[in-house]
């Protein structure tokens, strides 16, 4: 992901990535796997969606560029990425096997990934199996060993697909197995996640100039994390764990009608999601905390897009109509001797819980060819988000933030109002010579940019203090900017050797007060070197990222250093079957 234009990755531990665009990340970045959207089970984002498409069998990461399409996804106010899995292809008339196994290794941690995929398949049907095992200990650097930083993964997904002509359908039912992985960045690690994952896909040509395609998925997440088993215990009185549950299921079904000149795009969609999470104390058996209840958060939506392409010249119009309804049961806490606790829960248990909010997207979009050679790219939209659960239902000051991991304590707001952003992008993509280049320029305007707050509870800020040393931050609306620059380019110096690079400059800040925004990627860039011929594959790069000081003083975020890294990897291919990597 590091690697696209204005994309990078908040990471919080060896598997426990969260992608960022263009200076938003989290649940503000719609991430879809095979355009399926996820839903996962850690209220802090252990199980991020990219945790779900081990790098092996993943076939390609797509970021959109720009200003996600509202057909993209429903909620995508911070942008649009999709990892799409490596089910293998169809084949000739006659069924065939096909497949592959790969293995990879570091000593730094003893880092082993090794996958396989057998497919068996004709020019219609296609059966496919495919298998990711990761293992690894504590990464070392020069200040250190990182703990803990261990990992345990195993990926699995078996399918089934038929294709005729413009018509196919894919079934497919896949597992995510996580045992013991560290979180460093955050308050507990992975003790285990345990995910079933089932899902189709179909598409069906009514007409020649009328088709329909329908989604459909399901996800049961079981989640145990603590705070003593992988890293140092704290004293017994103080160790944790936590049982998370999510459930999900999501519906889409869309139209597209190609006119004359354009095309119509109309759908539906449909997402639901539950989540629970008790926390205990394995040495008190009257110690638990019931941290989210019952929570559901539904989301109904449905756009409309009409595509014009004439001659040098293409439009984009889309609207998208969304409604989010939240719930949550009563939630409460034993062997919390504080008066402060009893009256957030009751406070909590007390109020309305049952939410709603309605919003509409907009966004247009028009590209100019003004040669063979050049064209221009303008972009503009208002984007939505209605608020997490996290953000409205943490009830006692805690750090189940969705992965913010800052070591501050929050609470949720059920008065929150969803996020708007008016959002502009523009740039050109050119070829001359050899030389291809694609600068883009975007700037976000955000209404009510959710982000934590110093809390007027003074029950909150008490138990926050006790429990953590600093008073509470509470989810609220705020006002915020985005700006900044991405680059993508590349240069074919001959047949076989061709220069690339990425660069990326993202600036935000508060506009309501003098602060900067959280956790943004300072400027990066990339440059690589690749020789290629029949047999061989040389590649190398230098990866670059400045200082960061432009950090955010309301969760007193640290001032960071640049560095910069050289990677190289060789290739060799003594045959179409074997490729040897390293």
């Known amino acids: 992901l590091k690697s696209r234009p204005g994309a990078n990755v908040n990471s919080n531990g060896p598997i426990t990535g969260i992608a960022q665009y ?21 209220p802090n984002a252990m199980d991020a969606p990219l945790s779900y498409v081990s790098p092996m069998i993943t076939e390609a990461l797509v970021v959109e560029r720009g200003i996600a399409s509202v057909s993209s996804a429903p909620e995508s106010i911070g942008g649009h990425v999709d990892a799409r899995l490596a089910r293998g292809d169809f084949g000739a008339q006659e069924f065939g096997l096909s497949g592959f196994v790969g293995s990879r ?20 049907h296609r059966i496919s199996a495919i298998a990711e095992l990761d293992s690894g200990q504590n990464i070392s650097t020069p200040a250190g060993e990182i703990r803990p930083s261990l990992l345990d993964r195993r990926r699995y997904d078996v399918s089934y697909s038929y294709a005729n002509g413009d018509n196919h359908v894919v079934v497919y039912a896949g597992k995510l197995d996580t045992d013991e992985s560290g979180t460093p960045t955050l308050p507990m690690d992975i003790r285990y996640i345990d995910t079933d994952l089932f899902g ?14 329908g989604r459909a998925s399901a996800s049961d997440v079981e989640h145990l994390m603590d705070n003593f088993g992988l890293r140092s215990a704290p004293p017994e009185m103080r160790q944790r764990q936590t049982v998370a549950t999510g ?52 989301l109904t939506s ?132 050899r030389l291809d280049i694609s600068p883009q320029l975007f700037y976000k305007q955000i209404d009510g940019f959710i982000q934590g ?27 915020a900017e985005i700006w900044g620059l991405d680059l993508v380019w590349s240069l074919r110096m001959s047949e076989r050797l061709s220069i690339d690079g990425v660069a990326t400059y993202t600036r935000g800040r508060r506009t309501d007060v003098s602060d900067n925004l959280y956790r943004l990627v300072p400027f990066n860039a990339r440059v690589g070197v690749r020789y290629a011929n029949e047999s061989w594959d ?33 290739a060799w291919m003594p045959s179409p079957s074997i490729r040897v990597e390293a």
């Open 22 to 42: 263009r200076g938003m990340y989290g649940d503000r970045v719609a991430v879809t796997v095979d355009n399926h959207g996820m839903v996962t089970g850690g």
């Open 453 to 479: 707050a110093p809390s007027d509870n003074s029950g909150a800020n008490m138990v926050a203090m006790m429990m953590g040393g600093q008073p509470a931050l509470q989810f609220s609306n705020t006002d």
């Open 538 to 570: 040389f590649n190398t790069e230098v990866v670059a990222y400045g200082s960061q000081k432009d950090v955010a003083a309301y969760n007193d975020e640290q001032q960071t250093s640049g560095y910069e890294i050289v990677n190289a990897a060789v």
């Open 302 to 433: 449905m756009f409309g897009e009409w595509l014009l392409d004439r001659n040098s010249r293409a439009f984009e119009l889309g609207v998208s109509l969304k409604r989010v309804t939240t719930g949550a049961g009563e939630v409460g806490a034993m062997g919390m001797m504080s008066p402060a606790v009893t009256a957030l829960s009751d406070a909590f248990n007390n109020a309305d819980r049952s939410l709603s909010f309605d919003d509409l997207d907009a966004v247009a979009k028009y590209r100019y060819r003004a040669s063979n050679d050049l064209e221009w790219s303008f972009e503009v939209a208002r984007k939505s988000r209605a608020p997490s659960y996290q953000e409205l239902y943490l009830w006692l000051p805690m750090q189940a933030t969705g992965g913010l991991a800052d070591g501050r304590t929050y609470i949720g707001d059920l008065n929150l109002d969803s996020e708007h952003s008016n959002e502009l992008s523009v740039g050109f993509s050119s070829s001359y010579a």
């Open 105 to 124: 290794y570091s000593n730094n941690g003893n880092l082993n990934m090794s996958a396989g995929r057998l497919t068996l398949s004709n020019s219609s």
């Open 247 to 298: 459930e999900g299921q999501t519906l889409a079904l869309a139209g597209r009608l190609d006119l004359e000149r354009s095309t119509l795009r109309f759908g539906i969609a449909r997402t639901d999601a539950e989540h629970d999470a008790v926390i205990t104390n394995p040495n008190d058996s009257m110690f638990r905390v019931v941290n989210f209840s019952d929570v559901e958060r539904d």
């Open 200 to 213: 189709s896909h179909f598409q069906y040509a009514v007409t020649p100039t009328f088709s329909i395609e």
